[in-house]
């Protein structure tokens, strides 16, 4: 039997490992991505495709489908309600730098991380910012969050959505697995080793030096960024 790993995609394979998925110990890990046993899941047959090579869930609407119309566009009042907070204007900003980045778009990078320097200043600061409501928003994003995401994006046949569903999703349950093992360990478990993180997805690598391929999106180790703790006075 094999059992595929929820975060990078590696596959254990019972026959070629000689080894029982069972057997292993409880703190054994993803060789990718470090990932723990208990995001591993028994490898499912592959769906089938149809003459368009398209799964279901990446057809196209079919024409007399509700394809966001204007009549769905949300009112003035509507608006309002949904304007983005600080924080997420930062965070909005800091993303289309990166773009630019991408794009070789200098003064453009250079005026949306003014803008995201901006707003990041402008964020009010949280009675209850502590790892246990991280933690439990994460949770949220995992068992709400993304399932709700990709369903609309499935059914609106978004490709690029569904892909930013899997990316995020799998980049969100191994930072789910970093917080918790912090709240348990606390920052001992970081001790002597590096975070390195992927400028690309985001994914969070815990070790001497990145991974060669980032496991969600294979982007070379280049990519990985050093990040460095901070200095208590």
Do not use: H
């Amino acid at each position: 039997m094999k059992y595929v790993c929820s975060v990078c995609g590696y596959v254990y394979d019972e026959e070629k490992e000689n080894k029982l998925f069972s057997e292993l110990p409880d703190t054994w890990t993803c060789p990718w991505c470090k990932a723990p046993k208990a995001l591993f899941g028994p490898k499912e047959a592959e769906p089938k495709k149809d003459g368009a090579g398209e799964t279901a869930a990446a057809k196209k609407p079919d024409a007399g489908q509700d394809n966001g119309s204007e009549e769905d566009a949300p009112g003035t009042e509507d608006v309002r309600e949904t304007l983005a907070s600080a924080g997420e204007m930062s965070v909005m900003c800091s993303n289309l730098a990166r773009g630019c980045e991408k794009q070789y778009r200098q003064e453009e990078e250079a005026l949306f991380r003014q803008l995201a320097e901006y707003f990041a200043a402008r964020i009010p600061d949280e009675e209850d910012a502590g790892m246990e409501r991280l933690a439990s928003m994460t949770a949220q994003d995992l068992v709400e969050g993304y399932p709700a995401l990709s369903a609309e994006a499935s059914a609106k046949a978004d490709r690029g959505a569904l892909r930013i569903c899997t990316w995020g999703e799998k980049v969100t349950r191994i930072q789910d697995v970093l917080i918790n093992r912090y709240i348990k360990e606390g920052s001992a478990f970081l001790k002597d080793t590096d975070v390195w993180v992927c400028s690309v997805c985001g994914f969070i690598y815990t070790g001497d030096t990145p991974p060669d391929l980032c496991p969600v999106c294979k982007v070379p180790d280049w990519k990985f960024e050093k990040m460095e703790g901070r200095v208590s006075g």
